[in-house]
Each structure stands twice: as structure tokens, then as C-alpha cells.
DNA sequence: ACCTGTGAATAGTTTCACAGCT
DNA sequence: AGCTGTGAAACTATTCACAGGT
């Protein structure tokens, strides 16, 4: 059986995916390992393990072409796929997601908003069509909605959660403060929550402050 | 010489923290770690263990007294220290956290924004006051201003952060795609990019589907 | 000369298991 | 009976070092 690839491994992988588009972009197409990691802050010992994980992709002697490494990144990972995402909770910063034009970009359709403040949806003015939460489990399946967004309040964050699973959603980014709690197999799930970053930002600033501490690198969550 | 704490450990311990406040709010005063453990998704070792790195708490036999373990950690972790915050980027997201009063209640307070339109400055509606973006030395200064939320478009991420850093900021919450390269010692950077949170999810939901992977975990990231 | 891919070594983190306290 | 704190074991991830390719 086939390795399984960790978690922090996958997570540099799609940064390097993400990283070879803006250069192909930019019309290089030669890179090495160090090259590579001298942007993303890794070493290229780290790079070359990672890309290997996946299987042999190619050039061997020399540096990687930028093309061929994104398309094998694409395959292997499936990155090349679109999907569709929705929002839930229109105030600031989910109304904020919901008007960013950028995910289009990378394979990414916002294509639903939702509410339940029926107020709101009435005079959102947005391009992206809004409805009410309990027509998540409607909306999702018809527009075969992979990814949510979550950006409700802390005590609504576990009911909506519960809906977007049984509607059958695969992953969720949750801004709210609330954990949530839920063992459904083939769900992902990633908390990105301000106040938690500030609150592990200040712990390891005030920790730096006494004893050294490494910096620069994000965290393992939970 | 103490032994150094693991981020992903230190970032439990934020957590653990942030949720005894809820539960001392409700009430609540006695909670063993399996408890807590259960609330956040942990096994009770573990939650064990890093509160352990920080030395004995005081109550050993019978569960923890969530006050008391508060204020442990506090104490430890310099979390009771209140620290003022900006955000760079008054677009869509960075105006969303402008706007957001929910950060005072956990001890921050964001006490000024930037950004280099000055028409946006003119007519933006905020409480919080706002200043062209070649004012952060000065206000950075002047405000004692310790975290930085970053808000602007990819290109211009670099130059704002070497401002920032040069001001003396000790944390960045980055939400722009762009990675921030620094070697500065003490500072501490989280970066946030919902396409990159897409993508990662994409691939776990890709990889899912033909191998098993573990699920409901959240990235050291980079 | 410079690069990748990879086994082996090192370092780090999590889980186990149990002594000891309430 | 049920809990914590912790050394030791098991596991996981990263770094090293080098064979082999270009």
C-alpha cells in the first residue's frame, strides 16, 4: 500500500502548485529544489522529499520544469479540478468572500451566499445569488457545491456545520470562533480564527521574550 | 534550560485557554482533561502533557479548576497582556476586520488601519482612526502597536512587511497569497490565504477519495 | 558542476502506562 | 473510582549524505 502523505507535506506541496503558476506566469520554466524553497522558506532537502512522495515526476538531472512538475502536482493532487464554494453568513467578512473576485483564478466558484437574515438578503448587493440557511441542503446538492465557507457567529457555527455535512459538503474553511465537532469521514475541515492567531502570536512573542524560540512558521491545528 | 514548547502545542494551549474563558463565563468551574480534550478535538495525554510543559498547575488529583488553570496559562503565556493591533489593506477583508468590534473582549484593541488610497481614506466609515501607509513607522511607534493584520494585494505584501518590521510590529497575520520573507528574530508570522485553504482542501478531499487519510486536522503551515 | 531521489540518521511529537494524589 | 503528571515507548517528520543522472 501506498504511504500516506502528512498533512503539513500536502500543505507545501499546494504552495509550491500554487508558486510554479506565478512563474509559469511569469515565463521562467527552469527551477531547482533550492530555488524553490528559497521562496517558500523550506529546505530543499524538504522540497525534493515532499515532490517525491508523489512518484518520480520527470527531470531528474537537472532542476524541474516549472510546466511539467504543475502538471504533475495537478494529477497527482488533483488540482486542476474546479470546484464550487459557498458562504455562509453574510456580514463583513463572509460578504467579503462573497465579493472577492480572485478565486476564479485558481479553480474556485463562489456560487451561493446565505443567510438567515432575510433583510440582508434582500439588499446585498452582490452578483453571487443569496438564500436562506435552510435551503443549504437544497442549493448545495442542485449546485453541486464542494467547499463552505463558514463566517456566522460562534453559536451558530455547529448548527450550520451539521447542515452543510448532511447536505454532503467535502470541506470547510470556518472563520467563527467555535470548534466543530464532528467525526464524518471525508469531511476536512480548517479554523481560521483572528482571535486565536493574535492569541498564539502574543503567547509566542511573550515566550520569545524570555527563552529563544523559533519563528516563522505556522502551526499543526486543531 | 527549560525545553522549548512545540508551536502545535502552544497553539493547544491558546485554545484551551480561550475555552475556559467561555466555560468560567457559564459557570462552570471543574474540568478534568479528557473534558477539555473532548471539546477540542484532543485525546486527554495530550491535553495533559502541554499543560505539563508549563509545570504543575496546582491541582493534581481531581481535574482542573478552569480559573485556575486561566490564570495559570495567563501567567505563563503572558495572555492577560493587552496588545494593540492595525491592519494594512482597507479593501473588502481588511475593512471587515477594521469594522470587527469582537477582538476587545480577548484583549486586543485594533487602533489604527492603512492604506495607500487616499480617497479611501477620506470616505471610509470606521471608528478606528486611518492614515496613509508611509505613516506606519510613526503611528506603529507612537500607538505602541505590537500585531499587524495584512490586507493588501500580493505584490505589495513584501514592502508593507519590511515596513512593519522596520516600525518594530512582533506579529503578522498575513491574508494576502504572497509569503512573507524575513529572517527578523522575534517576529512571528501566520499566513492565511483562503486559496491556499482551498487548494489544501482539494487535494485532502482528492487524496481521500482513492487512498484513507486522516481528516479534521488542521496544517503546520508555512 | 550542479541537480534529483532516496535510504539512513537525527530530531521531534504523540501515545502509552502507571505511580501517586484526592 | 477517577484524576493528574510524567518517564518511556512508539511513531512521525525532517535533515543529512551520497549514488547516480544530465
Given at each position: 500500500m501506498k504511504k500516506k502523505i502528512s498533512l503539513s507535506s500536502l500543505n507545501r506541496l499546494c504552495q509550491i502548485y500554487r508558486f510554479l503558476e506565478r512563474m509559469i506566469g511569469e515565463g521562467k520554466n527552469r527551477i531547482s529544489s533550492s530555488e524553490l524553497g528559497e521562496f517558500l522558506g523550506l529546505a530543499s532537502h524538504n522540497v525534493r522529499k515532499d515532490i517525491s512522495f508523489l512518484g518520480?515526476?520527470?527531470?531528474?538531472?537537472?532542476?524541474?520544469?516549472a510546466s511539467k512538475l504543475h502538471d504533475f502536482l495537478a494529477e497527482k493532487l488533483q488540482l486542476a479540478k474546479h470546484r464550487n464554494v459557498c458562504v455562509v453568513g453574510l456580514g463583513r467578512i463572509g460578504s467579503a468572500v462573497l465579493a472577492y473576485e480572485g478565486f476564479m483564478a485558481s479553480g474556485?466558484?463562489?456560487v451561493a451566499g446565505f443567510d438567515t437574515d432575510i433583510n440582508l438578503l434582500d439588499t446585498i448587493k452582490t452578483p453571487v445569488k443569496v438564500y436562506p440557511t435552510h435551503m443549504i441542503d437544497e442549493i448545495v446538492k442542485v449546485k453541486q457545491i464542494e467547499l463552505a465557507v463558514i463566517a456566522v457567529p460562534g453559536d451558530a457555527t455547529q448548527n450550520i456545520a451539521d447542515r452543510l455535512i448532511r447536505a454532503g459538503i467535502m470541506g470547510i474553511v470556518n472563520f467563527s470562533p467555535a470548534i466543530i465537532r464532528c467525526r464524518t469521514e471525508g469531511l476536512f475541515i480548517t479554523n481560521l480564527n483572528l482571535i486565536n492567531e493574535f492569541t498564539l502570536l502574543s503567547a509566542q512573542i511573550a515566550l520569545h521574550e524570555s527563552q529563544a524560540m523559533h519563528f516563522q512558521q505556522d502551526v499543526k491545528r486543531r
Open positions: 518520480e515526476p520527470g527531470s531528474v538531472g537537472s532542476g524541474y520544469s474556485y466558484s463562489v
